[in-house]
């Protein structure tokens, strides 16, 4: 738990700093087309990518606490799935901005959030 908790906010960090990147350039792209016209998905996924971080770094923290408190354990539970949620959503959505479906590119956003969710249920279980 402690280890993917780790990766969580690693991969929250850098997702966060992506998906402001994402924004800004959108916008730039925009500026300098001089038009929104087919901005709507390119916000949408940058945006979801920025949100998906920031609960990625949230559930992180709150994995490290639960490694010292176990009764935090079930709440770990529900922000792994939230973050399974989450990562389905983005790869729906870039799979309609005209992306290919790759199941090892589904198989690894699951991987450290299904590892989360194992360890969180491994604490409850000691509990």
Do not use: D, H
Not at 16 to 37: F, H, K, R, Y
């Amino acid at each position: 738990m402690k280890i993917t908790s780790i990766l969580m906010i690693a991969g929250g960090i850098i997702a966060g700093i992506a998906g402001v990147i994402a924004i800004l350039g959108v916008s730039t792209l925009v500026a300098l087309a001089g038009s929104a016209e087919g901005a709507g998905l390119l916000y949408a996924s940058s945006i979801i990518v920025t949100i998906a971080s920031i609960i990625e770094i949230i559930a992180g923290v709150k994995g490290l606490k639960a490694c010292k408190a176990p009764e935090l354990a079930k709440k770990c539970v529900t922000w792994g799935i939230l973050i399974v949620v989450v990562s389905i959503i983005s790869m729906v959505i870039g799979l309609i901005g005209g992306g290919e479906f790759s199941i090892s590119n589904l198989a690894l956003n699951l991987l450290v959030p299904g590892l989360y969710i194992y360890g969180a249920l491994q604490i409850k279980s000691a509990e």
